[in-house]
Nanobody, 125 residues
């Protein structure tokens, strides 16, 4: 059974930075970060496959960097130049089967079986 535990959320001012971490147990292939803001649908932020290939949603390209350390089974999200619109609960997600996804943008949430509890990110103007 895969378990995911996020950390690193917090409150920052606009333009600030945060680094999220997601510690995983078990065998993992693709991983990703998703966010939920009040009154909005869940949004895929960034995903990364087992080969380290990243995918980003347009609104975070150039500001966020997704990475993973396979030796530690840990996923990261470096968030720079944060904006109030980035305020949300950020969830880590993972799957444990190979996926050959050909679409644009992050791998959709429906492909992920395992989810963490989330970590809150709040950006003030």
């Amino acid at each position: 059974q895969v378990q995911l535990v996020e950390s690193g959320g917090g409150s920052v001012q606009s333009g600030g930075s945060l680094r999220l971490s997601c510690a995983a147990s078990g065998y993992i292939t693709d991983m990703g970060w998703f966010r939920e803001a009040p009154g909005k649908e869940r949004e895929g932020v960034a995903t990364i496959d087992s080969s380290g290939n990243p995918r980003y949603t347009v609104s975070v390209e150039g500001r966020f960097i997704i990475s993973r350390d396979s030796t530690k089974n840990t996923l990261y999200l470096q968030m720079n130049n944060l904006e109030p619109e980035d305020t949300a609960m950020y969830h880590c997600a993972a799957r444990s089967e190979r996926l050959y996804f050909k679409g644009a943008g992050p791998i959709p949430a429906g492909y992920f079986l395992y989810w963490g509890q989330g970590t809150q990110v709040t950006v003030s103007s």
